[in-house]
T-cell receptor, first 111, second 115 residues
Framework: AQTVTQSQPEMSVQEAETVTLSCTYD???????LFWYKQPPSRQMILVIRQEAYKQQNATENRFSVNFQKAAKSFSLKISDSQLGDAAMYFC????????FGAGTRLTVKP | ETGVTQTPRHLVMGMTNKKSLKCEQH?????MYWYKQSAKKPLELMFV???????ENNSVPSRFSPECPNSSHLFLHLHTLQPEDSALYLC??????????????FGSGTRLTVV
């Protein structure tokens, strides 16, 4: 099964600035999908963005974008113009036959 | 609500108790999942059901017993748990286990405390 590593347990960003969350993964499969999920204090996991491994173009969703480096097995999330509502746990995940998650990064947004 | 509802939201149980967690989805999905979320650890996939059939059991102790009576409902029966089983238990669903590429839809979880 694939493994996912998030090396930053905590990150902090000033409101309106940009922050990048890191993620690396390991899989022997050639066809897979990558995701970033957000978990606010309400505990519900919310899908932020997804990337298809066979697509070279980086996915973008409004203020959220990814830097997908397939050869390096890296999948970082960039949040632009950070807002107070972005404060949450962020989980990177990889899907082949099932979805595996990293340990998460807690993002704090300072006003 | 997200479309995936979990009850109860909080549960405190003794080690000798028997309790059940419930998950319900009305998204028309055919695959459902149980995950365990412990602090500072990756989410652990416990069980996978596809079209009501269990397709994956990730070496979960027998004190956790899943049940999937239909594609909309998933239960996790608990008995003789240990304090280390205290965690957030998340339920998720997807169209089917081979079509999760649009992501899973999660519930808000049950916070379980074993005393």
């Amino acid at each position: 099964a694939q493994t996912v590593t998030q090396s930053q347990p905590e990150m902090s960003v000033q409101e309106a600035e940009t922050v990048t969350l890191s993620c690396t993964y390991d899989t022997s499969e050639s066809d897979y999908y990558l995701f970033w999920y957000k978990q606010p204090p309400s505990r519900q996991m919310i899908l932020v963005i997804r990337q298809e491994a066979y697509k070279q173009q980086n996915a973008t969703e409004n203020r959220f974008s990814v830097n997908f480096q397939k050869a390096a097995k890296s999948f970082s999330l960039k949040i632009s113009d950070s807002q107070l509502g972005d404060a949450a746990m962020y989980f990177c995940a990889a899907l082949n036959f099932d979805m595996r998650f990293g340990a998460g990064t807690r993002l704090t947004v300072k006003p | 609500e997200t479309g995936v509802t979990q009850t109860p939201r909080h549960l405190v149980m003794g080690m000798t108790n028997k309790k059940s967690l419930k998950c319900e989805q009305h998204l028309g999905h055919n695959a459902m999942y149980w995950y365990k979320q412990s602090a500072k650890k990756p989410l652990e996939l416990m069980f996978v059901y596809n079209f009501k059939e269990q397709t994956e059991n990730n070496s979960v102790p027998s004190r956790f017993s899943p049940e999937c009576p239909n594609s909309s409902h998933l239960f996790l029966h608990l008995h003789t748990l240990q304090p280390e089983d205290s965690a957030l238990y998340l339920c998720a669903s997807s169209q089917d286990s081979g079509q999760g590429n649009y992501g899973y839809t999660f519930g808000s979880g049950t916070r379980l405390t074993v005393v």
